[in-house]
Every structure is written in C-alpha cells, then in structure tokens.
C-alpha cells in the first residue's frame, strides 16, 4: 500500500464524527456547527500522506473561524512553557517535525502511537490549536494501522 493512501473499505470504517466531538471539546469548543466541519477536512486529511506541508495545511483548514489567516498553518515564532514543560525551541520547529514524521510516520501499535502523540504535543508547533491538529495526526496513524480512531483525555509524558 502506498504511504497516505488507505483501501476504500478501510477509510469508510474510521467514522470520525464521535472522536471529531470529543476532541473539539476538550478545548472548549462545543459547536455541532464546528464538529461538522471537521468532518470533511478529517476526510482530506487521512488520504494524505504525513508530511509537515500537510501538518501545516491541516492546521490551516481546522483554525478557520478560530485564528486570523495570518496565524494559520504557521510555526509559533516564541519559546513555550506548556503545562509546565519547555517546548522545542521554536526555530527548530520544522526540523523537529521531519524528524518526528521520519521516526514516527509507519507505527502500528497503540503504545508507540500514544508516545507519537505525546512527543508532538512537545514539540508544540503552533501557537494555538496543537491539542486539535495531534489528535486529528494520531488518529491518522490510527486509521494507516487499521486501528479504531481514539481521543486521548490525558497527558502521556
């Protein structure tokens, strides 16, 4: 199977709409309108190969009516403190990525899925909206290793 690409059968087992809501409310976002939105851009998203052009692109997409156009699908250009831990410097926010997608991209078991999601979450890469674009990214490695889509609620460090 080429890499971004998922059997028609496979893409039509991974319903996003429940893990779309829950995700969208866990950052405060409690908005039919907003989890239906989310829907399609999901449905661009996971027939996309995982590259840092498309993590910027789905950022992009899902920070309409959130952020200005300015910010969207743009690397954060400060030093982050989130929950109390350091993020990647910010000016190595692209490189991270690479490195991230080279190590984590073909991973198929839940466990290293989770430490995937956690490790991006570190490397923070936007200002705003890193919480909703990792979850959508790790139910994009979800879906390429057939497993059933998931919305984590806590923190794995």
Known sequence: MKKGKLPQKKRRAFSA??????SNLLDGVDS????????????????KPLSVKNIQELHNKM?????????????????LLVGGTKTVDWESVPYQLDLWIER???VV???????????????HPFMEGN?????????WQLAHACLQPRCIKEVFA
Not at 109 to 123: C, F, T
Not at 132 to 138: E, I, S
């Open 63 to 79: 920070m309409v009516g959130h952020l200005p156009a300015a910010l969207r699908g743009k690397w954060r250009e400060s030093s």
């Open 131 to 139: 919480g909703r674009v990792a979850r959508m990214v790790m139910n």
């Open 17 to 22: 709409k429940e893990w779309i809501r829950e």
């Open 104 to 106: 984590w991209r073909g």
């Open 32 to 47: 039919r309108k907003e989890d239906a939105r989310c829907v399609p851009i999901w449905d661009w998203f996971v027939r």
């Open 109 to 123: 078991q839940w466990d290293k899925i989770k430490e995937a999601h956690a490790e991006l979450e570190r490397i």
